[in-house]
């Protein structure tokens, strides 16, 4: 079998600079050799493993011949990106196509060098001097509670230099995530291409893999609309945490979604604990109360 080359191309949008492949951003890849007979082009996708997972989707395949095709690709994580061996499979035969390299920018702005750090982001702990003469005669307990109050404002002070570390490093993760489409076009396309894809939304024989597939693709569609449109790591947080920022931060959106979202995840938990009993038809219903979540958490941003 000779085997397949590719060349990626980035097709020119305006608005958008040329040849400059950034996260969310849709490229050509062509390919032509001689691929596998009988493939399904409808089942196809990229043989990933969890560590690089997101690094390249396939969004579309076009077989023009036997010998050549071409697939819309994206990618949701910015970078450089080095594929040894890059294979595609529709689950029932898996082909090579060969070494891949390109690079990924983010869309996020880059800070200027020359624009001056506003001062005042960390938060230095001072040192308590001696507490008073110790020939006084006071009992114990006043000496314990004392020690106690000093001892949590020192926690506090800690937990606060901590939390604003977390916090600038977490907008640095979310750099990974950004993507040039808004969060909720995002959401939408990755929803459209799901259902398109995956044979549990448009009544065909669903596998146990299609239905565990489309709902890791759920779940991860929801935090990454949580991580984009309020800007935090939602990918990796819990759900309280999550629920306790959004309160914090998005009142309005808390008061009407914050039970059902935090019902939602937990949804989720329990079918990933429970992946056996899940059929079809829950996928559906996850996807559209999914939706509806979004759409509601969007309107009152």
Not at 35 to 44: D, E
Not at 97 to 112: F, M, N, Q, S
Not at 182 to 208: D, E, I, V, Y
Request: include cysteine; aromatic fraction near 8%; charge should be neutral.
């Amino acid at each position: 079998m000779a085997a397949i080359q590719c060349k990626l191309d980035i097709p020119n949008v305006e608005g958008l600079k040329d040849n400059e492949l950034t996260v969310g951003r849709e490229a050509f890849m062509t390919c032509e050799g001689e691929f596998p007979k009988n493939l399904n082009p409808q089942k196809l996708h990229f043989v990933e493993t969890a560590e690089i997972k997101y690094l390249i989707k396939l969004l579309k395949a076009n077989f023009e011949s036997e010998t050549k095709a071409v697939f819309v690709v994206t990618s949701y994580k910015a970078g450089d990106i080095r594929w040894p061996d890059l294979q595609m499979t529709d689950d029932s035969q898996t082909f090579s196509l060969g070494a891949i390299d390109y690079h990924v920018e983010t869309v996020i702005p880059k800070p200027d060098p020359k624009q001056p750090q506003v001062p005042g982001q960390e938060q230095k702990t001072e040192a308590y001097g001696p507490i008073g003469p110790a020939d006084i005669g006071i009992p114990h307990l006043y000496w314990v509670i004392l020690l106690a109050a000093i001892g949590l404002i020192i926690s506090l002070i800690v937990f606060k230099v901590v939390r604003v570390i977390q916090r600038r490093n977490m907008i640095e993760r979310l750099k990974e995530h950004d993507s040039a489409l808004a969060p909720l076009t995002q959401f939408h396309t990755s929803m459209r291409k799901l259902q398109r894809m995956n044979p549990a939304f448009f009544g065909g024989s669903a596998s146990q893999e299609d239905i565990h597939s489309g709902m890791d693709e759920l779940r991860h569609m929801l935090r990454l609309y949580i991580t984009r449109k309020y800007q935090i790591p939602a990918l990796e947080w819990s759900t309280r945490l999550i629920v306790k920022d959004i309160k914090k931060h998005h009142r309005k959106v808390y008061a009407e979604c914050g039970n059902d979202l935090q019902a939602l995840i937990k949804e989720y938990q329990h079918a990933f604990e429970n992946k056996q009993a899940v059929i079809g038809s829950d996928i559906v219903n996850l996807a559209k109360r999914t939706r509806s979540l979004v759409e509601l958490m969007e309107s009152l941003s």
